[in-house]
């Protein structure tokens, strides 16, 4: 490998498992390995397990980089442990973390990491935890990226995902199917995942005693946790059962069939389908603005978008058919987002869609804050469009309208505004309850605020009322 | 496994006879370590059961598919 002057960045999430770390060099993905599991880890990658599992779309792509003493040094972890081996993994486009997942997301995210261990376990290695984060979704796929979390199976050891599966998969994708209450906002304030009592709390008794899954899974295994009896010293000190491979086996199974047939309570297959028909409803100020994106698109041919207030993705849609590579849509509607993801991400189509509340989009989490970061430190695309969404920000929200601009400005050097003046329906609408507090929201000061950092590239009024479309470059 | 009248009545047993709510916190992998030997042979049982359903089922499913294929 060759050297480069500047140190590699170890990634800030990265500093739990001793055993491995990731980093940024070079525009590169590196995990370095620790002298603790190097021989293990080799024997691992030597065995060809992971290769096997990537070429079936489980597990990303590894690859060991020949690295000497002097670049090896360079990979040193948070606790001083030098790098024994580097390894080298495709960069992923988009981090993304469970609590911007649909529920179709995140139970599509646990069917595939129930999979992985499946077919691990088949070939005698388990897997030593059951993160969702490590679960990221690459060309729509969700695919697991920590290959240190492979060991080689030991005959009677348990799962010891089990609870960090439960709470980062099971128990939020059950608040929404029996429930009906959309978990990413109790996610997203709980970086471990939803707790057993709050689920035993919110879920309906009827449902989680009529279930093998309800009872076994969540009532049991929650009971077990929280055990009064199981805080004495005698049961602390007690040895850890033997498991048996068919039984480890028969639970991950178990749960696959049942995941593979849970449905939102919210949602059903059916609702999809002719979700698209209810509309796909076509004219002259879509057409218009459709036109225009694609005209965007074809000229500025961004390799990633980031379509703010995407909705179900059309104009996503429109980019890529028109030269655009992918696409990320931030949305808060969850309804649209699940029909985006049904319709378009599962069928191949590069959008990827993420829950977001565009007035309080996701902060930086976790450890030191920087666990999982915030959505503008994931910033990396080169386009961004803002579809008839200014106007909720600056009215709906109240946010101040010199910043809603600057924030559009700052995501990408490319991009798309669409200004909806005071006098169109929509905005009177969201005028009608209350007063008047936007004296600066004005097409001239929108012209102002987007001149002075960018350059006016195109524009087009396209209704008597005056929507203005403005597509801009860097100066 | 949607519906099983046997563990629903013993999660309605386990329910009635439940003690008063747990207290304590314990590490909790330590319980949901301890817990997999019973809720693996409950697993074990319903992948088992699912099985042989499908294999008594599975003649009327490809023949209700051909007569929708051929309709």
Request: no cysteine; net charge neutral.
């Given at each position: 490998m060759r050297d480069t002057a500047a140190l590699p960045e170890r990634d800030?999430?990265?500093?739990?498992?001793?055993n491995g770390y990731v980093f940024l060099h070079a525009g590169r993905v590196f995990r370095a390995v620790t002298p603790a599991i190097y021989e293990q880890f080799a024997a691992i990658y030597d065995s060809g397990i992971i290769a096997r599992l990537s070429d079936q779309g489980l597990m990303i792509a590894c690859t060991r980089v020949d690295a000497d003493d002097a670049m090896l040094a360079k990979f040193t972890g948070p606790r001083g442990e030098r790098a024994s081996a580097l390894y080298e993994h495709p960069r992923v486009p988009m981090l993304s973390y469970p609590y911007e997942w649909t529920f179709s997301q995140l139970k599509a995210a646990g069917l595939a990491h129930l999979d992985l261990q499946i077919a691990a376990l088949e070939e005698g290695y388990v897997l030593s935890d059951a993160t969702a984060y490590n679960m990221q979704f690459v060309d729509g796929k969700p695919i697991h990226i920590d290959v240190l979390s492979l060991q080689e199976y030991k005959e009677g050891q348990a799962w010891s995902g089990y609870n960090q599966f439960c709470r980062q998969f099971l128990l939020p994708l059950l608040l929404e199917?029996?429930?009906?209450?959309?978990y990413q906002a109790m996610y997203r304030g709980s970086i471990d995942g939803i707790s057993f009592p709050d689920a035993l709390a919110i879920l309906p008794k009827r449902k989680l005693f009529s279930s093998l899954t309800g009872i076994s899974h969540v009532y049991l295994h929650g009971r077990s946790i929280t055990s009064a009896s199981s805080a004495t010293s005698e049961s602390s000190s007690r040895k850890s059962p033997a498991i048996s491979k068919t039984r480890y086996l028969a639970i991950l199974q178990q749960l696959r069939d049942f995941l593979a047939d849970l449905q939102s309570k919210k949602r059903s297959e059916t609702y999809w389908h002719s979700y698209a028909s209810k509309n796909s409803y076509s004219d002259t100020m879509r057409d218009t603005k459709l036109s225009f994106v694609r005209d965007w698109a074809e000229r500025v041919k961004p390799k990633l978008i980031w379509d703010i207030g995407g909705n179900t993705g059309d104009y996503s849609m429109a980019a890529i058919e028109a030269g655009a590579g992918s696409s990320i849509v931030l949305d808060g509607d969850l309804d649209s987002l699940e029909a985006l993801y049904n319709t378009r991400t599962k069928r191949g189509v590069p959008i990827l869609p993420l829950a977001m509340n565009l007035s309080d989009p996701s902060p930086d989490l976790g450890w030191k804050q920087s666990e999982r970061k915030g959505l503008m430190s994931r910033a990396n695309s080169d386009g961004v469009i803002a579809l008839a969404v200014i106007h909720h920000l600056v009215i709906g929200a109240n946010l101040p309208f010199d910043e809603v601009i600057n924030w559009l400005l700052d995501i990408a050097p490319d991009g798309i505004i669409e200004f909806v003046p005071k006098r169109d329906p929509m905005v009177r609408q969201l005028l009608e309850m209350r007063a008047d507090l936007f004296p600066d929201y004005t097409e001239e000061r929108f012209r102002q605020l987007v001149s002075s950092r960018r350059k006016i590239v195109s524009e087009h009024t396209f209704d008597s009322n005056g929507r203005l479309l403005v597509a801009y470059s860097e100066y | 496994m949607k519906q099983l009248a046997i563990p629903s009545l013993c999660g309605a047993i386990l329910f009635a006879s439940s003690a008063t709510p747990a207290l304590a916190y314990v590490d909790p992998v330590t319980g949901s370590i301890i817990i997999q030997t019973l809720v693996g042979g409950l697993a074990a049982a319903a992948v088992a059961l699912r099985s042989v359903r499908e294999k008594i089922t599975a003649p009327f499913r490809s023949k209700k598919k051909d007569d929708i294929e051929n309709a």
């Open positions: 800030a999430g990265s500093f739990r498992d001793p199917a029996w429930a009906g209450v959309s | -």
